[in-house]
């Protein structure tokens, strides 16, 4: 079974987000997937919203910190924005990464609407990078 981590500052928004995706894309037989952050900030509420708008429920899910046991012995590690990228720990030479440069849609300021338009821009953009890991990962 293939594992695969998805890194992120505080594992809030962006990492859940590829996380959530994983799980209901990717065949769950073949691959065991988690999410972690540098920091933990919590689950982002409008996270959870924008991604129950397309039918995946991460409600459930929590921020973590990153397990140095669970990194190690990754076959991926994706960093979805430059802090996990330049914090994340020297992986073990067997383990691929990927790097998404993705906007921090906690940042996003204006109204509940408009900061809820940039999380569906990046769930939406998590979407696709999700789908074309089936044709990475075999």
Not at 13 to 31: D, H, T, V, W
């Amino acid at each position: 079974m293939k594992k695969i981590y998805f890194l992120c500052t505080g594992n809030s928004c962006r990492s859940q987000m590829a996380e959530g995706y994983a799980k209901k894309i990717l065949p769950a037989n073949e691959f065991q997937i988690e999410s972690a952050g540098i920091e933990t900030h919590g689950l982002n509420p409008n996270a959870v919203k924008v991604m129950a708008e397309d039918g995946v429920d991460i409600s459930s899910h929590y921020s973590k910190l990153i397990d140095l046991n669970y990194l190690n012995t990754s076959d991926l590690v994706i960093t979805l924005c430059g802090d996990a990228k330049d914090k994340c720990p020297m992986l073990p030479p067997q383990t691929k990464s990927l790097h998404w440069p993705l906007s921090d849609p906690a940042q996003a300021t204006g109204t509940l609407e408009e900061q809820l338009q940039e999380f569906r821009k990046v769930r939406d953009e998590i979407k696709k990078l999700v789908t074309s890991l089936n044709n990475y990962v075999h």
